[in-house]
């Protein structure tokens, strides 16, 4: 199993411009999170997804979007990028259906910078 | 609003000394995770703690939970230099996840 990717991993981006950070998972999670870790700090939940079809807002919801429409993929897109924005999101995905409930794999992040 | 509280966020500690982590949290919850992450890269799991009174250990770290107290620990014994990373503490409240600041460990020789 790939078990979590992500991509890109680098992009830069200038103020106003949009764009989708894209994380698959390979292991038939249903469950799937996006963060975002500015420098030094912890990780804030952004969206997540109990299931496709389903998502919820996070602790930082603002300035993005989400989508789920298959239990691979949990696309995060960006809409008028902003230096606010300038960050490392990492994927993650979960099965809570087993014994280490909600035990998150990571996938290696997207180092993001707006300008 | 769910708050969780690391501390120390810096701990620098010699080779054989034995420390604890402490990760305190504001609203009820008996599902904790600990995490590590070496610099510029993801995160790993460490331990899954799911009621009052877990403890889990792997190697030279072990974890534990006091739910009552809203508390969990992460204890070093006789650190070595390959534990030095940061740890991530991670409470679950109805799928909501919500990370501490982390603790960056430096093990020096």
């Known amino acids: 199993n790939a078990g979590v990717t992500q991509t890109p991993k680098f992009r830069i981006l200038k103020i106003g411009q949009s764009m989708t950070l894209q994380c698959a998972q390979d292991m038939n999670h249903n469950y799937m999170y996006w963060y975002r870790q500015d420098p030094g700090m912890g990780l804030k939940l952004i969206y997540y997804?109990?299931?496709?079809?389903?998502?919820d807002k996070g602790e930082v919801p603002n300035g993005y979007n989400v989508s789920r429409s298959t239990t691979e993929d949990f696309p995060l897109r960006l809409e008028l990028a902003a230096p606010s924005q300038t960050s490392v999101y990492f994927c993650?995905?979960?099965?809570?259906?087993?014994?280490?409930?909600?035990?998150?794999?990571f996938g290696p992040g997207t180092r993001l910078t707006v300008l | 609003e769910l708050k969780v509280e690391q501390n120390p966020l810096f701990l620098s500690m010699q080779e054989g000394k034995n420390y604890t982590i402490y990760c305190n949290y504001s609203t009820t919850s008996d599902r904790l995770y600990w995490y590590r992450q070496d610099p510029g890269k993801s995160l790993e799991s460490l331990f899954v703690l799911l009621s009052n009174g877990a403890v889990k250990q792997e190697g030279r770290l072990m974890a534990s939970l006091d739910t009552k107290a809203r508390l969990s620990t992460l204890h070093i014994t006789a650190a070595v230099h390959d534990l030095s990373a940061t740890y991530f503490c991670a409470v679950d409240i109805d799928n909501d996840m919500r990370f501490g600041a982390g603790t960056r460990l430096t093990v020096k020789p």
């Open positions: 997804s109990v299931g496709a079809g389903i998502t």
């Open positions: 993650a995905s979960s099965y809570p259906q087993d014994t280490s409930y909600n035990e998150q794999f």
